[in-house]
Antibody, heavy 120, light 110 residues
Framework: EVHLLESGGGLVQPGGSLRLSCVAS????????MSWVRQAPGKGLEWVSG????????YYTDSVRGRFTISRDNSKNTLYLHMNSLRVEDTAVYYC?????????????WGQGTLVTVSS | QSALTQPASVSGSPGQSIAISCTGT?????????VSWYQQHPGKAPKLMIY???TRPSGVSNRFSGSKSGNTASLTISGLQAEDEADYYC??????????FGGGTKVTVL
């Protein structure tokens, strides 16, 4: 059974940094591209970033490009999101999501999410 | 790119059928047969219900079906049940590899 477990969320001041982690199990981790999707309180889903299975290519939504860095350690079955220069509008539940194998078109499994709150 | 357009809410009585629309552009929904639909219950993670416009993942009820015409995709729920009450989001692949989500539709079972 596929399982994704996020951690690392918390309360941080504007301008601060945070690193999210997502430990994966139940599938061959390096065979699947992965992504981070966030959901602000009471709002809809917003794709944040994606990374290929090998980690050689990364993608970002415009609002986080240059501030967030996605990476993965395939030896540890772990996905990361390094977040710098955090803003109040980055407050959200951050979900780790797995793409279907061989594609970056559909995420077929999501973790339970970790809450990031940016506030002074 | 702007989010895909979904109605804010749709409601129906048990046993009825409802449809949720998802409108994009010729650069996303109209360009690719990679439209997905997700169900999200309060406080829970999204669950994939439909992918590639009309394919159901294993374990998803056949009461859920998807279709697409031009720049608009649709999710139909037939035989509406109380457990179907949730938020539903559409998503489309785009040429930038950055998927677009819809704003979400709250389904209420009367």
């Amino acid at each position: 059974e596929v399982h994704l477990l996020e951690s690392g969320g918390g309360l941080v001041q504007p301008g601060g940094s945070l690193r999210l982690s997502c430990v994966a199990s139940g599938f061959i981790f390096n065979s699947n591209a992965m992504s981070w999707v966030r959901q602000a309180p009471g709002k809809g889903l917003e794709w944040v970033s994606g990374i290929t299975g090998s980690g050689d290519r990364t993608y970002y939504t415009d609002s986080v490009r240059g501030r967030f860095t996605i990476s993965r350690d395939n030896s540890k079955n772990t996905l990361y999101l390094h977040m710098n220069s955090l803003r109040v509008e980055d407050t959200a539940v951050y979900y780790c999501a797995k793409y279907q194998i061989g594609t970056q078109a559909t995420t077929d499994c999501w973790g339970q999410g970790t809450l990031v709150t940016v506030s002074s | 790119q702007s989010a895909l357009t979904q109605p804010a809410s749709v409601s129906g009585s048990p046993g009825q059928s409802i449809a949720i629309s998802c409108t994009g552009t010729s650069s996303d929904v109209g360009a690719y047969n990679y439209v997905s639909w997700y169900q999200q219950h309060p406080g829970k993670a999204p669950k994939l219900m439909i992918y590639d416009v009309s394919t159901r993942p294993s374990g998803v009820s056949n009461r859920f079906s998807g279709s697409k015409s031009g720049n608009t995709a649709s999710l139909t729920i037939s035989g509406l049940q109380a457990e179907d009450e949730a938020d539903y989001y559409c998503s489309s692949y785009t040429s930038t590899s950055a998927p677009l989500f819809g704003g979400g539709t709250k389904v209420t079972v009367l």
